[in-house]
């Protein structure tokens, strides 16, 4: 090809081959003998330069941000000097070192011999000495120092998103940012940039929504021709997650041109030991099109072992096996309809405010229908919470509720309770001006708010609204009769059945209301089934290990809603009860709840359960949870 453009901001190596990025070639052809490749650090996505920065005849620099400059005038370079990159910066490098030597008030230093050595056309002197006269002015005022190295990277970006100088290839490994790590400035401009493009994905994944995406985007739109191809090194969530879903659509409209780009099989790279980034990655191909072409979660799956990060080719290559077949990496597109009913549990955070345990009476006891209590420690406490006092008081009992959350969680079981402290009357919070009615929860809670407005991360919300941060604990009341609910979490899923109406449900659990137990015997029937689990692990995000994360993946698997007429739906409940009865009879160990979920796991196995689950699953799945067949079922032990 003519041109290779490589667009990164930090140039990693990729595990299995030595990757040099390689930023404006140039066309081989015309570059005999000695080759020289020059290396841009600019402003790839180009965030907040306007479209005339490169007007007809110049290139134009603003430097009206620049601290203790009292003036706005630009650096302006005729625009015929942007052709030749070498030539281009030499001369702008020996503009900025002669700007350097002149003294404030002497006379402007000549750039005769300059001009002549680079060059320059006499139409293009005046401008160039006005941009001198204004780095000899930036100089005097201390802001000299950046001007040419900032020129420098800046132009070759700008120069390139001209359609006449756009390239045949683009080759990069895009910055991985996630929105919520974003500084403020770069959260508006990314919100802005992407939903001209049709890519922001709506607040439910607005903190995962990541750089990578847009970067990928905007650099094919600036910088690459029509026909042109390219390829990025992206994070694996890119084939199948709901943040990536606008890039995956291939069809960009923003204001000043509309990109459209076929996407061709990608790699899944995931795979390959040891990971190559603590987020696994995948790699997109494609060409800039006349019309989208959808990229598809069938990527080419890569395996195996490589003896060492940055290994070349040829020491990686024999470790490394690459799939005849694509590997399913992403979701039809259909859900299950039991999607939209479920959600997550109230933002029970910090648990120093809210988790409590009985503590001593005193030779009195407490007052009638008060308990006495104290915060409830955990050794999972973060700063600056662990490093607090705990909290006591005496509190009326109606305002102590019983909590799940992801630990108290077992297959089709309930472990005890945890007590929470919620200022909730049965219908409402209770106001600020009723509080004094009740007096023990008045003294608990304001020393629980003083607390949280002492310490919180940020004064956007109050400690109720941080309770209730989008309804998640108001949707929980009144509570139904009959919830199911499933941990966010885990190795392996773990669902069961809620009956008492008073149960609070944490944000570690995922909940929806059903119809009576037959339904929730159903839903846990399929949820707790290990070939269940399986199939759900091929929609999780993956980390460095293995997928940890089940939230609400589960449904990518259009299983269908409860029917009580249904032969094999009557199936699944009636297992799901012996299940219940098997999983009630466990002995548990004094020991974390994971050694206690696969107590329960082995002995449902031992039972026979967990095989007759997995058969009515799979029997229910068939056809709709994935086009090739069930992965094997591993022992719960493993």
Not at 438 to 459: D, I, N, Q, T, Y
Not at 474 to 489: E, G, I, K, L
Not at 568 to 591: F, I, K, Y
């Amino acid at each position: 090809c003519d041109h290779v453009f490589g667009v990164d901001v930090h140039p990693v190596a990729v595990a299995f081959a030595r990757v040099t990025y390689l930023l404006a070639m140039g066309n081989l052809a015309e570059r005999p003998g000695q080759l020289t490749i020059p290396v841009y650090l600019g402003d790839s996505v180009q965030w907040n330069q306007e479209e005339n920065l490169l007007t007809a005849d110049a290139l134009s620099i603003d430097t009206s941000s620049s601290p203790a400059t009292l003036f706005a005038e630009p650096l302006r370079f005729p625009r015929g000097l942007l052709d030749d990159p070498s030539n281009f910066d030499r001369l702008v490098t020996e503009m900025a070192d002669r700007a350097t030597t002149s003294k404030t008030g002497s006379k402007l230093p000549s750039l005769v011999a300059t001009f002549k050595r680079y060059h320059v056309a006499e139409d293009d002197q005046p401008m160039l000495l006005e941009t001198f006269r204004t780095m000899c002015a930036l100089h005097a005022t201390g802001r000299d120092h950046i001007w040419g190295y900032f020129t420098r990277n800046l132009a070759r970006p700008v120069w390139h998103a001209r359609p006449e100088n756009r390239v045949d290839a683009l080759i990069g490994n895009p910055p991985w940012l996630s929105y919520r790590f974003m500084p403020p400035e770069m959260q508006v401009s990314f919100r802005k940039m992407t939903t001209e493009r049709a890519m922001w994905a709506g607040a439910a994944v607005a903190t995962n929504q990541d750089l990578s995406a847009l970067f990928a985007v905007r650099a094919t739109e600036l910088y690459l021709r029509a026909g042109g191809r390219f390829g990025f090194v992206m994070p694996l969530a890119t084939l199948s997650r709901k943040q990536f879903a606008g890039f995956r659509d291939g069809e960009f409209r923003p204001p000043a041109e509309h990109t459209y780009l076929a996407f061709a099989e990608p790699w899944d790279l995931h795979a390959i030991k040891p990971s190559i980034f603590p987020v696994p990655p995948c790699v997109v191909f494609g060409t800039r099109a006349s019309s989208p072409l959808p990229l598809s979660g069938q990527g080419r799956q890569w395996s195996g072992r490589v003896p060492q990060h940055n290994a070349s080719w040829a020491e990686a290559a024999p470790g490394l096996t690459i799939g005849d077949d694509p590997a399913a990496a992403t979701a039809t597109g259909e859900r299950s309809p039991y999607a939209d009913d479920f959600g997550q549990g109230a933002t029970v955070v910090p648990r120093l405010l809210f988790l409590v345990e009985d503590a001593p009476a005193g030779p009195l006891g407490a007052p009638p229908a008060r308990r006495t209590l104290r915060s409830r420690r955990s050794a999972n406490e973060k700063p600056p919470w662990k490093t607090l006092a705990a909290q006591t008081g005496t509190v009326e009992d109606r305002f102590v509720f019983p909590l799940h959350m992801g630990e108290t969680i077992a297959p089709f079981r309930l472990q005890d309770p945890l007590e929470a402290v919620f200022p909730w009357s049965g219908t409402e919070f209770i106001a600020r001006d009723r509080l004094d009615e009740f007096p023990g929860l008045a003294k608990w809670w304001r020393a629980a708010e003083s607390v949280w407005m002492e310490h919180r991360s940020s004064e956007r919300l109050s400690l109720v609204e941080q309770l209730d941060y989008r309804r998640k604990f108001t949707a929980q009341m009144p509570a139904p009769a009959h919830r199911v609910v499933y941990a966010a979490s885990g190795m392996y899923l773990a669902a069961t059945r809620i009956d008492d109406p008073r149960v609070v449900i944490e944000k570690s659990l995922y909940w929806a209301e059903v119809s009576g137990a037959d339904e929730g015997r159903y839903l846990t029937a399929i949820l707790n089934s290990d070939s269940f689990t399986l199939f759900v692990r091929r929609f999780q995000a993956r980390g460095e290990h293995n997928p940890r994360h089940f939230d609400k993946y589960v449904f990518d698997i259009p299983f269908p809603r409860f029917a009580p007429d249904d032969e094999l739906h009557r199936q699944l409940a009636a297992a799901a009860e012996h299940a219940e009865v098997v999983s009630a009879g466990v002995e548990l160990p004094a020991s974390s709840f994971q050694a206690q979920r696969r107590k329960i796991r082995e002995a449902l196995l031992a039972e026979g359960v967990a095989t007759t689950l997995d058969e009515l699953v799979a029997l229910l799945l068939e056809g709709v949870a994935a086009t090739d067949d069930p992965p094997t079922v591993p022992s719960p032990a493993a």
